[in-house]
């Protein structure tokens, strides 16, 4: 149910920012997804329609572009860098679901592909956030 929430965050954003730069309409809004972000993208989707439905005249015209940022890790002992597409081959479906819905269980089934270090970070792919906003003044 937060997709709801998540919804009309991106929506208040997307008012602040047409505000401070003076737009007086929003065509196009840019939302990154996390790839380990856990979310329902279908119910995101169904939620930004409904939220915008009952926005202000400003988003009339407006697109949402949703785009999934890429996992990405980085070890702490020898500092490669990979992505969460290039491990995901070798977890099972649950170890994979466990990640998602909690990103740092990553640690219990992951290790760097280079020196099998398990001390790494997740460097991107978390989160959700408005990437850009365009309009017209």
Do not use: Y
């Not at 997307?14 to 939302?31: Q, S």
């Not at 380990?36 to 202000?56: M, N, W, Y």
């Not at 940022?69 to 990979?82: Q, R, S, T």
């Amino acid at each position: 149910m937060h997709e709801w929430a998540l919804a009309d965050a991106v929506i208040t954003t997307a008012k602040k920012v047409a505000k401070e730069e003076n737009l007086i309409k929003v065509t196009e809004i840019v939302v990154k997804i996390g790839e380990l972000q856990t979310i329902s993208r279908e119910i995101f989707e169904t939620a930004l329609q409904q939220v915008l439905k009952d926005a202000p005249d400003l988003f009339n015209e407006v697109t949402c572009k949703l785009e999934i940022e890429p996992a990405g890790f980085k070890c702490m002992n020898c500092g490669h860098e990979w992505l969460f597409s290039d491990v995901k081959k070798n977890l099972d479906d649950d170890e994979t679901e466990s990640i998602h819905f909690i990103p740092e269980t990553a640690h219990v089934f992951l290790k760097c592909p280079t020196c099998k270090s398990p001390d790494f970070e997740i460097v991107k792919g978390r989160g959700i956030w408005v990437d850009s906003i365009e309009g017209e003044k």
